[in-house]
């Protein structure tokens, strides 16, 4: 029986790998019948990739799925995640060492038949030489194997093609080397009959060249797209093989494959993290430069969070496996970047749409050249004419045009993901550039979200450490992120605080304990007025002051007597006001979003360099306040932490969530920004737009080189061979050119 593949959702699928693609035709066939298989929603197929992203809206086996990929004269196995040397890229290795062989084999036959065209380049003594390969036959024992052989595929891939009611680049291969092959044989023949003294033309070496060039270029297409894909296999590779698992008081070396859940690992200096878990025992630092972006190692102690793929650099420690396999953090980052370089972005549709009927019109074109050259321009001279319609197959290969997207999404997108910037669709990555105002949220985003004691005033006469002491024993059993920030900063002076004989929590107001006998009020001043305590006037003046320059106040109330404020603020993250001078250098408008008073508010968004502010806004009303924006005309990008954020994060047209490495909230946004770094934000639009315009330089220079290619080729300015060479390099030179944005 054949396996069914589950679905719970209307939104599951499954990713095929596919062998055998020629051109962005090839992929649209495969595109189109797989969305004909009953239960598949829907198909996208990458032809740079080489996958098939299938989604179902019911139960649909993974045999039926394969076979329709068989059936329309292709190969397609179930995709493996996090495999280094899977049954896929065996089968893809297999087939480029058959090209190469291939290659090979067609270019020793093909190379006499490139010297015998010396022969037509008038009298000299290296046509003297070289007369022997003028021999018709010769050219024709050399010739055949290259046509029939090596030049198979062509013929097989044309048949499939048309059979299923499609044309791609094999047929016109097909064609044009079968009309040089056949005339050139018919002619042969003529050379024969005694009557015949006539010159006679022969075209050998143009079919044989021409199979050659496109087999070499594919070649150097294959090794292209190789590099394009290095920073994938580059993320995959970080995964050791292995792992030293603590049994018994023993250390023993496992398959990585074998590590589970609950597992005690040993972690030596220099070696890899093998999953990801807690430190149970030692503290080191660790590079995690390959998976955040962020080059500086960070300081793991014990209950800290590890994870696989990042590098162990100076101290022993044992980790306790928290997730393996494919739920690992390296794994959901690879996963992240396969989906958006499998994924198409919505200015391919424009590359599609000419595909899909490019062929077609390429054959009329050729015969229309054909018959413009034998009946009008050159009379009766057959060879003429044909050599012109040859040209002109040869040279339209949409291939350029079909890898024109895709493979700048594959190199743009794992650069950044090098980054430590997660593009998670390729619309993603396209929108970004249209991007143009930016809203964060405040807490966790714009600052540390970790609220911070910034000063204490007191009345006069009193002692501070004194006060703050009574304040950090009476805060001792609050959860509230305050009270800690007040804890802190007195254990930080080395107070040591007493426990208090009494505690208890005013809700929405604040505390009341009682500390070495003294009775402590902790919390707002209208808490205080409706405990009847009187408020010190000068700590009210400097209460509107520390409001004003940000910071949360709370007051101190000492057996009845106002005593001190505690001043305390958010503080603003180091890389923010620069990330957000970068943003604005960008052109973008930088609006804050917070909870906060809005005098409050202000002051963290001078502090940032923000001019637009939107306070008292609660966490149900920022995805209003982010669909307002966008009404009024604004492409707008939420950044947030992608929990509390969630529902603005998904109205945005583009939502950005700042992962720290623990929860990088993959569902509720479109870019995750692995480090925090508020720089990275800044980085991922500039890659974006350098991905656009690389795509549109593509997409520019593939259509120009067929609108000018195919004029001149049906104009005879171009030799079949030489139109054979400038389609091979024209698929190279894209792919070259989306190579580039690896270098950024």
Not at 57 to 83: C, F, M, N, Q, T
Not at 111 to 136: C, D, R, T
Not at 286 to 298: K, R
Not at 408 to 434: N, P, V
Request: glycine share 8%; proline share 3%.
């Amino acid at each position: 029986m054949s396996a069914l593949v589950q679905t719970e959702s209307s939104d599951s699928g499954i990713t095929l790998d596919l062998i055998g693609m020629t051109c962005a035709n090839c992929a649209l066939r495969i595109e189109k019948g797989l969305k004909k298989v009953p239960g598949v929603k829907d198909a996208r197929v990458n032809f740079a990739m080489e996958t098939a992203k299938v989604e179902f809206s019911s139960p649909v086996s993974e045999e039926a799925l394969l076979d329709k990929v068989d059936s329309l004269g292709y190969r397609a196995l179930v995709h493996e995640d996090i495999v280094i040397h899977g049954e896929a890229e065996k089968a893809h290795e297999k087939e480029f060492k058959k090209l190469k062989f291939r290659l090979l084999t067609s270019a020793l036959f093909s190379f006499p038949l490139l010297l015998a065209m010396v022969g037509h380049f008038g009298e000299n003594k290296l046509s003297e030489y070289l007369h022997f390969l003028m021999n018709p036959w010769l050219q024709f024992a050399l010739a055949t194997p290259v046509q029939f052989w090596i030049g198979s595929s062509f013929y097989l891939g044309a048949f499939r093609s048309l059979k299923n009611g499609g044309a791609n680049m094999d047929v016109l291969v097909a064609l044009g080397t079968s009309a040089a092959y056949f005339y050139s044989l018919n002619q042969s023949f003529l050379s024969l009959e005694e009557h015949h003294h006539g010159e006679i033309f022969l075209y050998y070496e143009t079919s044989a060249v021409l199979i050659t060039l496109i087999l070499f270029g594919k070649f150097l297409e294959h090794l292209a797209r190789g590099k394009s894909s290095k920073a994938i296999q580059s993320l995959v590779g970080l995964q050791p093989k292995t792992a030293n698992i603590i049994r018994e008081d023993e250390i023993q070396e496992i398959p990585l494959a074998a590590v589970r859940t609950g597992d005690l690992l040993l972690v030596k200096v220099g070696e890899t993290v093998p999953v990801d878990g807690i430190v149970e025992e030692g503290n080191s630092s660790i590079d995690e430069s390959m998976l955040t972006g962020e080059s500086i190692p960070v300081e793991k102690n014990i209950g800290s969070s590890l994870f696989g793929g990042s590098l162990n650099k100076n101290g022993v420690l044992k980790l306790r496996a928290s997730k393996v396999g494919k739920d690992t953090l390296l794994s959901g980052i690879v996963r992240v970047v396969q989906e958006a370089q499998g994924s198409r972005a919505p200015i391919q549709r424009i590359a599609d749409r000419i595909s899909g009927v490019f062929v077609p019109i390429v054959i009329v074109i050729a015969a229309i050249t054909f018959a413009l050259w034998y009946f009008w321009i050159e009379p009766g001279i057959f060879a003429g004419a044909l050599e012109k319609a040859i040209a002109v197959l040869v040279i339209a290969c949409p291939c350029a045009l079909g890898l024109a997207t895709p493979v700048s999404i594959l190199a743009g997108s794992g650069k950044a993901a090098t980054q430590g910037i997660l593009f998670r669709t390729a619309e993603a990555l396209e929108i970004a550039h249209k991007v143009n105002t930016v809203v964060f949220d405040k807490t966790g985003t714009l600052t540390h979200g970790k609220p911070i004691l910034k000063k204490i005033d007191v009345v006069k006469s009193s002692d501070e450490n004194q006060l703050l002491l009574l304040a950090g024993s009476a805060e001792q059993n609050s959860e509230h992120p305050l009270s800690k920030a007040i804890v802190d900063s007195a254990k930080l002076r080395g107070l040591v605080l007493p426990i208090p004989e009494k505690f208890e929590t005013i809700p929405g107001g604040g505390v009341f304990a009682i500390v070495n006998s003294k009775e402590i009020l902790l919390g707002t001043d209208r808490l205080f007025r409706e405990k009847g305590i009187p408020l010190d006037q000068t700590l009210l003046d400097l209460k509107i002051q520390r409001e004003a320059e940000g910071a949360t106040v709370v007051h101190l109330g000492v057996d009845g007597v106002h005593s001190a404020i505690f001043s305390l603020a958010d503080t603003v993250k180091d890389s923010t006001p620069a990330s957000v001078a970068r943003l604005k250098a960008l052109g973008m408008d930088v609006y804050m979003i917070t909870g906060d008073n809005e005098r409050t508010a202000k002051a963290v968004a001078k502090t940032c360099g923000i001019d637009h502010v939107l306070a008292e806004i609660l966490p149900e009303g920022k995805s209003k306040e982010v669909k307002r924006l966008m009404d009024s005309g604004k492409v707008v990008s939420m950044v947030g932490d992608g929990i509390n954020d969630a529902p603005a994060l998904a109205v945005a047209n583009l939502g950005i969530a700042m992962g720290t490495g623990t929860d990088i909230a993959m569902e509720s946004s479109d870019v995750v920004i692995m480090n925090g770094d508020l720089s990275s934000i800044a980085n991922a639009f500039l890659m974006s737009r350098r991905t656009v315009y690389n795509i549109r330089q593509n997409l520019f220079w593939a259509l120009i080189y067929n609108a000018l290619g195919i004029p001149f080729a049906a104009a005879g300015f171009l030799a079949p061979w030489i139109a054979g060479g400038a389609m091979a390099f024209s698929s190279v030179s894209v792919v070259l050119n989306a190579l580039r944005l690896q270098r950024k």
